[in-house]
């Protein structure tokens, strides 16, 4: 009886191991893209930003001059607090948009259709064609769009993208013409994976079109914006080319990033170093942002 439990219990190993060596097997191609294209660079950065180099061939370990090098750069706190500015406007003006266009497509009686097609279309413009087109409409002499407007009010000219407390506000407005359409449609799938039970139960105690969004939809997208919330705050945090092509920076830096200066120390000054160092002080922001989220959101779900 032993000797038959122990053949069976070895049998199920057996098995159990072959269809864990299957799924190895069918993740295996997808783990070595990943590790040579994001660990194998990582780790790569994580080296050169501890050693002088000349391009990317390194001469001799630094430990870490190149991070005190760098925080004591002049632009580095600047790019600092603007990038968490941009955070700033893109929570105010870019992660609640998305959510009301659902709401708007998910509640309307007709043209659905459409207005997924039209809330998606931005999405399909090439990402530097968006900058190009936006930085034409904010262009700040008279033949800007947005002045051209204002112009036929007898509004004069505004410096739109020179101006250094505007800056900011509307590069946030490009990236969220550019992204609000495709998180939108996210959106509206969670809310078409709600129960019609839900709403029909609402809908017989009485309930409006404002109570159902309160106490139907927006408890049940909780989860998905949570998720939502954090991809935005990576993305966001790692800006670039809409400051770089739009206003390269400025005015005098007002719209300078955290990957503009890495983009400044690699392609412009050639100070592979340097740039290492950024990318890794910037990794340890994200890493930083993302265990305080998942801390604070395991608290709350207990």
Do not use: C
Request: no cysteine.
């Amino acid at each position: 009886m032993l000797t038959q439990k122990a053949f069976g219990m070895r049998a199920a190993r057996g098995a159990r191991w072959k269809r864990e060596l299957g799924a190895w097997l069918v993740m295996l191609p997808g783990l070595a893209l990943f590790a040579f294209f994001i660990w194998e660079p990582l780790a790569e950065a994580l080296r050169l930003s501890l050693y002088e180099a000349n391009g990317i061939r390194v001469i001799r370990f630094v430990g870490l001059d190149n991070f005190r090098s760098v925080l004591a750069q002049p632009d580095f706190w600047p790019a600092v607090g603007n990038t968490f500015r941009y955070l700033l406007w893109s929570l105010v003006i870019g992660f609640l948009l998305p959510i009301v266009l659902a709401i708007f497509i998910q509640e309307s009686v007709r043209g659905k259709s459409l207005y997924r097609t039209a809330v998606y279309l931005p999405n399909i413009v090439p990402a530097l064609a968006t900058v190009f087109l936006w930085r034409y409409i904010f262009k700040s002499d008279s033949y800007g769009a947005v002045n051209m407007l204002l112009g036929t009010f007898g509004v004069p000219p505004q410096n739109w993208l020179n101006d250094a407390s505007r800056v900011i506000p509307l590069i946030v407005v490009t990236m969220t013409w550019k992204g609000a359409g495709a998180t939108a449609l996210l959106y509206l799938a969670g809310l078409q994976g709600i129960s019609p039970e839900l709403y029909e139960a609402a809908i017989i105690d009485g309930a409006s079109v404002r109570q159902r969004i309160v106490h139907v939809a927006l408890p049940q997208m909780y989860n998905l914006a949570r998720m939502l919330l954090i991809v935005q705050v990576i993305a966001v945090i790692q800006i670039l080319y809409e400051p770089l092509v739009m206003t390269n920076g400025g005015p005098n830096n007002a719209s300078v990033s955290l990957m503009q200066l890495v983009f400044r120390y690699a392609f412009e000054k050639f100070d592979y170093s340097r740039a290492s160092a950024v990318s890794v002080l910037i990794a340890l922001v994200l890493i930083a942002l993302t265990l305080l989220y998942n801390r604070v959101n395991r608290e709350r779900d207990y």
